[in-house]
C-alpha cells in the first residue's frame, strides 16, 4: 500500500525537475547577427553574388520577424559601395520588428567623400560607437575605422593621424583593414570598468576581427586583446570582414567571426540565445552552430 505514496512522490520530482530543466533551457533573451551583406549594383564577381544580396536580407528580416529577439546587430559591410546601394536596403530594414544595430565597415565608407561623415546616420547610428544594455549585458558598438585609409575625408585631421599612425606603427598590415582610435580605446576601458564594477557581461561588436591572428585583423588588434584581457567582464568580440568566417577562444574570451551572407548562394546569419553560463549560437545556411561557454 505503500508505493502508491511513493509513486506519487517520485512522479511529482520527475515534474519538478522537468519544469526545471525546462525553464532552464530557454535563454533569457536573444539577438540575431548578420555580417557582410554587402550589396552593390554591380556584377557578380564570384564568390561575390551582389545580386543575390537583397534576397537573402529580406528572407532573413523575414525569418527574424517569426522569432522573440531583443534586436538584431549587422556587423558592418551592409554595403559594397556606392551611396545610392544604402537605398536599396535600407526599405528592406524597415521591415524588422526589431531594434537594428549596425556596425560600421571598410565598405560603408566606399562612398564619395562627401558622403562618409554621413554614413552612420545613414544607417540610424547614435554615433560612430556607442553602448546599450540590456537583460544584465553590456554591448559595446565599436567602430575599427577610426584609423583607417578609407573612413575619412581627403584632406581630414583624422585622415592625416590614421595615414601617420600606419607609417609608423603598422606600416605591415593592408589598408583595406582599420585601427581602433586613441580616443575610443579610452572610451572602451571607460565602459569595461563600469561593466567590472557592476558586474556586467560584455559582448564587443566589431567589423574587424582580433583573434586567431589573419590578415583580416584590427592594424592594432594585439593592443586592443591586451585591453580586452584586463577585464572579467569582456565575454565575446563578435565580427564580420573575414568572409570565411573563423573562432578562437584566448584567455577566456570568446573570438567568433561569422561568415558573410554574401558569399553563398544559399544565405548566412545567426541567432544567439543567452543563457546564465553560456551562449548558443544557432547557425542559418553555411554559419556553423555552436555553443559559446562563459568565463
Request: hydrophobic letters at 40%; a neutral charge; one cysteine or more.
Amino acid at each position: 500500500m505503500r508505493l502508491r505514496p511513493l509513486l506519487i512522490a517520485a512522479l511529482a520530482a520527475a515534474t519538478l525537475a522537468t519544469g526545471a530543466f525546462a525553464k532552464e533551457a530557454k535563454p533569457a533573451f536573444s539577438i540575431g547577427a548578420i555580417a557582410d551583406c554587402q550589396f552593390a549594383a554591380e556584377p557578380n564577381a564570384p564568390p561575390r553574388l551582389y545580386d543575390t544580396a537583397p534576397g537573402k536580407l529580406d528572407a532573413a528580416v523575414a525569418d527574424f520577424n517569426r522569432q522573440k529577439l531583443s534586436f538584431v546587430v549587422h556587423l558592418g559591410d551592409f554595403i559594397d559601395r556606392d551611396w545610392a546601394s544604402f537605398d536599396t536596403l535600407m526599405p528592406i530594414t524597415r521591415k524588422l520588428r526589431h531594434p537594428w544595430h549596425f556596425v560600421l565597415g571598410n565598405h560603408d565608407f566606399a562612398v564619395d567623400d562627401a558622403h562618409k561623415p554621413q554614413v552612420p546616420g545613414r544607417l540610424g547610428m547614435p554615433a560612430r560607437y556607442y553602448s546599450f544594455e540590456q537583460h544584465g549585458w553590456m554591448f559595446l558598438v565599436t567602430d575599427g575605422n577610426g584609423l583607417s585609409s578609407y573612413g575619412w575625408p581627403a584632406g581630414s585631421a583624422e585622415l592625416a593621424h590614421s595615414m601617420d599612425a600606419h607609417s609608423r606603427l603598422y606600416p605591415d598590415a593592408p589598408l583595406w583593414d582599420g585601427g581602433i582610435d586613441e580616443t575610443q580605446m579610452r572610451w572602451i576601458d571607460q565602459k569595461l570598468t563600469e561593466a567590472d564594477r557592476r558586474g556586467l557581461k560584455v559582448m564587443l561588436f566589431s567589423h574587424f576581427p582580433l583573434w586567431p591572428e589573419n590578415p583580416h585583423n584590427l592594424w592594432n588588434a594585439a593592443e586592443v586583446r591586451a585591453l580586452l584581457d584586463r577585464h572579467a567582464s569582456v565575454k565575446i568580440w563578435l565580427d564580420g570582414h573575414n568572409h570565411e568566417g573563423n573562432y578562437g577562444v584566448r584567455n577566456g574570451i570568446h573570438y567568433l567571426n561569422l561568415k558573410a551572407m554574401l558569399d553563398t548562394p544559399e544565405t548566412a546569419y545567426a541567432r544567439l540565445d543567452f543563457f546564465a553560463d553560456r551562449v548558443e549560437v544557432r547557425g542559418i545556411g553555411r554559419q556553423p552552430s555552436m555553443t559559446l561557454k562563459l568565463r
